[in-house]
């Protein structure tokens, strides 16, 4: 990279009140609460990529609060108050979004949400029943609606699934564009005053008077050839940027033990496909399976399947944004034998983001230190956690 200009040290590059690690939706979400409360703040957020690179923008779409069996199974080994917290919270994020962007602006479609059953999990009639009913009786102080999750398993020939026994039905649930709700935020908190720079990642911090020095490196471009003579000044190795700012927010999500290596984190691969158009899909709306960990959805006529990293947990935990075949062949044989039996299509795209899990689902929102904050492990509800994780953040810093 050139050496810096007066002007962009004195602009880009100039003192901050706050600096948010990461663009991704926590990262846009605080800007957004923290201009809210603060509009004289001055705000910069610092992106390592070109577009955010953890799982804003590689999910599968999803506006969902958790499917029946996976709230039962939180229940178990969270406990229940736990539990009903973390709904409440993804619910109430979700109302959040809503308010804030139109439909159309994040392609929103509140088409409802399934749960499938197989018949191979061989449930009780009468304890899904009796799980259902303490759900909704649960739930409905939280949502105001007396029953949300109910059988439909009157659908299940509708749809075309095969090998499944039940449907649980949740009307509440929709879906949206991640990539459109991204840049939606990303306009927003722009238009507030806030700056994103993208490409420059934080190598390291340390605290000084008033605030934390950190040290940024950006992504130098690459240069065009030079047929002779010594190698421009732009080919010297990238130097380092400080930049100071008197409150840093970590918002990386999966990748914020680079920043802060006590944090009880995680990384965790979530691999997706996207099948051609089909004529006549039988079926529109967000579908859950296993606990949620599998999910698939409409995306107009196309399906979109993402998950299955229960089937190698161990080979899912790393950073490496790929797609293998252990998962990507589970995924093909779920959509083959179960959502599109007889039916012709091909695999038209594949993708993976990385998630951030740990030995809690309840994400990480607090004070490191006096200056140092942090917001993340999302646990792979992003989409709906992402507003209020920011919003508790935003008012915990001064």
Request: with cysteine; glycine share 8%.
């Amino acid at each position: 990279m050139a050496d810096l200009s007066v002007w962009e040290k004195e602009s880009y590059f100039a003192p901050r009140d706050i600096v948010i690690a990461g663009s991704g939706l926590v990262g846009l979400w605080s800007a957004y609460f923290l201009k809210k409360r603060h509009p004289a703040l001055s705000i910069a957020i610092l992106e390592r990529g070109i577009i955010p690179s953890g799982a804003s923008t590689r999910n599968a779409g999803f506006a969902c609060f958790g499917s029946a069996t996976e709230l039962i199974a939180d229940t178990m080994n969270l406990g229940e108050d736990p539990m009903l917290e973390l709904v409440e919270m993804r619910y109430k994020g979700l109302k959040k979004i809503r308010k804030i962007f139109g439909a159309k602006t994040i392609a929103y479609e509140k088409q409802g949400g399934y749960e499938l059953i197989a018949e191979e999990q061989g449930t009780d009639m009468d304890i899904l029943r009796g799980n259902i009913d303490r759900l909704n009786r649960k739930l409905k102080k939280i949502t105001g609606h007396a029953k949300i999750f109910r059988l439909h398993d009157d659908k299940i020939k509708e749809f075309g699934f095969a090998g499944i026994r039940h449907l649980i039905e949740n009307p509440l649930e929709g879906q949206l564009h991640s990539g459109q709700l991204s840049l939606a935020l990303l306009k927003e908190v722009q238009s507030m005053g806030v700056l994103v720079l993208n490409n420059i990642s934080i190598d390291h911090f340390e605290k000084v008077a008033d605030g934390i020095l950190l040290q940024t490196t950006p992504s130098a471009a690459p240069s065009a050839p030079v047929p002779s003579g010594p190698p421009p000044r732009d080919q010297r190795p990238t130097q380092t940027i400080p930049l100071f700012a008197h409150q840093l927010l970590v918002c990386t999500n999966a990748f914020a033990r680079q920043l802060l290596p006590d944090l009880d984190i995680r990384p965790a691969r979530g691999q997706v496909l996207l099948t051609s158009p089909i004529s006549n899909l039988p079926f529109k709306g967000a579908f859950h399976f296993d606990e949620g960990y599998y999910y698939f959805r409409n995306l107009g006529d196309r399906v979109l399947l993402g998950g299955a990293r229960n089937k190698d947990f161990e080979a899912e935990q790393t950073f490496e944004p790929v797609t293998t075949d252990t998962i990507q062949q589970e995924l093909e044989r779920f959509l083959q034998e179960t959502i599109l039996p007889g039916q012709t299509y091909a695999i038209e795209q594949r993708w993976s983001g990385i998630m951030g899990m740990g030995t809690e689902k309840m994400p990480i929102i607090k004070a490191v230190d006096d200056n140092l904050f942090c917001a993340v492990r999302m646990s792979g509800m992003g989409v709906a956690l992402a507003p209020v994780t920011a919003e508790k953040v935003a008012a915990l810093m001064r």
